[in-house]
């Protein structure tokens, strides 16, 4: 096999593959005999009926297609890994391609989009600031917020209270659609609701904000599908909705007193100083682990503002379906529906898809940042490597899964994931210039729209809370869902184990 690279506009090249004529004609032999062994002929025996008679049942095209399909099948991602390209589309056929012929040489042509090469505006030692392994007192004091929020409860307001923005009151709705059937998704009796929870219609909380206890709304509303529609109206039909709304009582939410009854009888310390001692070596412990993870999440965005380009279209879109495949597979593990994720992050599905989007701009910037610090740095990834890597993962045979990645076109996306692993490796060691912030002073922020329009790094999602405060280790700590992968997408090394461990 033969192959001929030729730069396309923007980040396409086209493929020529050129087969020579002995690979044809033993193609067209293996066919045959395929054909020959598939089917029954009448006065001839399995396998052993002729051209002429397999032609005149099938005719001798089905042979000439069947060749021509085996053929380009099998040796696109040959040629795409003998010329080591990293991908981020399918190949796409050349519309006038031509069917094979026996005894003659076979050619075809495909088109890829390939991951393109931009420099960095510098490769000087990368500086990045990392947070104070000192416990800060207001790190203590935010912690206890956090918990203290966890322990409130619910009184009545004053009658001549006004409901405000993102305030509390106890409410009977009841709602009916376009025919007057009332819509039990969306009636209750005496339920007590938060303005900006997004669970009913867009529109909805703007009729109830200011009123008072005892009053009465009525009022219609289109309901659309999407985010607009709010999580209880998610499955209903499109269309106009009535609401007839009552102000049962406006409410004020309460929290604990922060002292040493609070600490003991409700945290389960013995008092506020025990308290605040347990939470100050949780944090302090949490932040041993954490480093690693916030080191690389900085030098990757370091690294990101020296980009001289932006990732395309497409490779952003790529892995957009990885963040969100990554993100549904924790939900599921932690037994958490989206709706559900929703509702405690206080975010709308918009929200959410905004988010992703601008995470796989995010990831998709820094891995081409980390290429080009490979190429500076002359990383090159061997067969060994990518074998050491199976080998790793614990594959039973390492170099027949490298041949099956070979035919399957995905060595180069491996290779270059491993080097920009170690490209990664090589900056932590030999190239990264740290500085602590002051004890309690927070990390840069990195949202784009604050900073740089050009530059959208992704968006912390939000935290599932910590329910009790004395049973874990870790008093404040919270666990997070987010779709955000950082190792699995920055540091390639851990998802080429972990894909050639499916593969096996």
Not at 380 to 408: C, H, M, R, S
Not at 442 to 457: F, R, V, Y
């Amino acid at each position: 096999m033969e192959t001929k690279v030729e730069a396309l506009e923007g980040t396409q090249k086209k493929l020529t593959v050129t087969i020579d004529a002995k690979e044809v004609n033993n193609r067209f032999k293996k066919v045959y005999k395929d054909l020959a062994h598939q089917y029954r002929f009448p006065g001839f025996r399995p396998g052993k009926a002729p051209r002429p008679v397999i032609d005149s049942m099938f005719g001798p095209e089905a042979a000439i297609a069947e060749v021509t399909q085996s053929l380009t099948e099998e040796n696109v991602p040959l040629a795409i890994d003998q010329e080591n390209i990293v991908t981020i589309s399918q190949p796409k056929a050349e519309d006038d391609q031509k069917l094979v012929e026996e005894g003659k040489p076979y050619t075809f042509s495909f088109t890829v989009d390939v991951r393109p090469e931009f420099e960095l505006s510098n490769y000087d030692d990368v500086e990045i600031k990392v947070p104070n392994k000192e416990v800060a007192d207001t790190e203590i004091d935010e912690q206890i917020d956090q918990i203290r929020n966890y322990y409130y409860d619910f009184k009545d307001a004053a009658a001549s209270k006004k409901l405000p923005k993102d305030g509390y009151a106890e409410i009977t709705v009841h709602t009916t659609d376009a025919d007057g059937n009332e819509i039990d998704a969306l009636s209750s009796e005496k339920r007590l609701y938060q303005l900006g929870t997004t669970l009913f219609p867009k529109g909805f909380d703007d009729q109830l904000e200011g009123a008072k206890k005892g009053d009465e709304k009525k009022f219609s509303l289109d309901v659309k599908k999407g985010s607009d529609a709010g999580l209880l109206a998610g499955n209903l039909d499109a269309g106009t909705y009535t609401f007839d709304v009552k102000i049962d009582q406006v409410k004020d939410k309460h929290l604990p007193d922060i002292d040493d009854k609070w600490a003991k009888d409700t945290a389960g310390f013995k008092d506020l100083a025990d308290m605040r001692d347990n939470i100050k070596k949780s944090i302090a412990a949490q932040k041993e682990q954490d480093l690693p993870r916030i080191e690389e999440n900085e030098i990757l965005y370091a690294l990101a503002d020296r980009l001289q380009g932006e990732a395309p279209k497409n490779m952003c879109e790529n892995e957009e379906q990885n963040l969100l495949q990554n993100f549904f597979q924790q939900l599921q593990q932690n037994h958490i529906t989206f709706d559900s994720y929703l509702q405690e992050s206080g975010m709308s599905s918009k929200d959410f898809q905004q988010d992703v989007k601008k995470q796989a701009k995010d990831v998709s910037n820094q891995d081409l940042a980390l290429d080009a610090w490979a190429r500076h740095a002359n990383i090159t990834i061997t067969k060994d490597d990518i074998v050491k890597e199976f080998k790793d993962a614990g594959v039973d045979k390492p170099e027949q899964l490298y041949k099956n990645w070979v035919a399957d076109g995905r060595i180069p996306d491996a290779k270059a994931g491993l080097a920009r692993s170690r490209a990664l490796e090589d900056i932590r060691d030999n190239h990264l210039k740290e500085t602590e912030l002051k004890p309690g002073e927070k990390l840069p922020d990195h949202d784009s729209d604050k900073k740089d329009e050009k530059k959208e790094p992704a968006k912390k999602t939000a935290e599932k809370k910590t329910t009790s405060a004395k049973k874990t280790t870790k008093p404040a700590a919270k666990k997070t869902t987010t779709a955000k992968s950082t190792a699995s997408k920055t540091t390639a090394k851990k998802s080429t184990s972990q894909a050639a461990k499916k593969s096996e």
